[in-house]
T-cell receptor, first 110, second 114 residues
Framework: GQNIDQPTEMTATEGAIVQINCTYQ??????LFWYQQHAGEAPTFLSY????GLEEKGRFSSFLSRSKGYSYLLLKELQMKDSASYLC???????????FGGGTRLMVKP | EAQVTQNPRYLITVTGKKLTVTCSQN?????MSWYRQDPGLGLRQIYY???????DKGDVPEGYKVSRKEKRNFPLILESPSPNQTSLYFC?????????????FGSGTRLTVV
């Protein structure tokens, strides 16, 4: 089975940097995804890691360590619109299915 | 525009009255899936399909049925809805194994069973 853990809530200040951690224990691993979800809306794709290391995309970066079962999402130059939930998801070996963590609700304050 | 379309967006129904939530994608994706999202529980997979006529149970399949008669459509059927199926439902699709973009999600269906 899959077990994915991430903090429930975080608060940060506009303009700052925030790191959202995700740890996972899975029976198979074929990639880790981060999604952003605003309240009541569909999740939207942010990043994908399958090899160890850092992937950077604009203000967002994601890191993966497969040996540690660990990932983080780094958000720089925070903006008010970044207030949302951030979902960590792992793709296992069975088909192409994603298992999601409970999500981290990020509140950005002025 | 590449998208996953769910209908309806909102639905209020009574216990026991059969309903179907439709899902269609125009990206020729092989994989499709249904999730429900509840406060404090995150997204949980109900059923998934790896191709036409190939479906399998996810983590919370009880009380739901699906079918995949065509590649683009993947309806979710609640034969006898109950109040514990009140939730926000998402349909999602992806190209196939190794797709770096993961799933594309529909806009969601907020279902209330009274």
């Amino acid at each position: 089975g899959q077990n994915i853990d991430q903090p429930t809530e975080m608060t940060a200040t506009e303009g700052a940097i925030v790191q959202i951690n995700c740890t996972y224990q899975t029976s198979g691993f074929n990639g880790l995804f981060w999604y952003q979800q605003h309240a009541g809306e569909a999740p939207t794709f942010l990043s994908y890691n399958v090899l160890d290391g850092l992937e950077e995309k604009g203000r967002f970066s994601s890191f993966l360590s497969r040996s540690k079962g660990y990932s983080y999402l780094l958000l720089k130059e925070l903006q008010m619109k970044d207030s949302a939930s951030y979902l960590c998801a792992v793709r296992g070996n069975a088909g192409n299915m994603l298992t999601f963590g409970g999500g981290t609700r990020l509140m950005v304050k002025p | 525009e590449a998208q996953v379309t769910q209908n309806p967006r909102y639905l209020i129904t009574v216990t026991g009255k059969k309903l179907t939530v439709t899902c269609s994608q125009n990206m020729n994706h092989e994989y499709m899936s249904w999730y429900r999202q509840d406060p404090g529980l995150g997204l949980r997979q109900i059923y998934y399909s790896m191709n036409v006529e190939v479906t399998d149970k996810g983590d919370v399949p009880e009380g739901y049925k699906v079918s995949r008669k065509e590649k683009r459509n993947f309806p979710l059927i609640l034969e006898s809805p109950s109040p514990n199926q009140t939730s926000l439902y998402f349909c999602a699709s992806t190209l196939g194994q190794g797709d770096r973009g993961g799933y594309t999600f529909g806009s969601g269906t907020r279902l209330t069973v009274v």
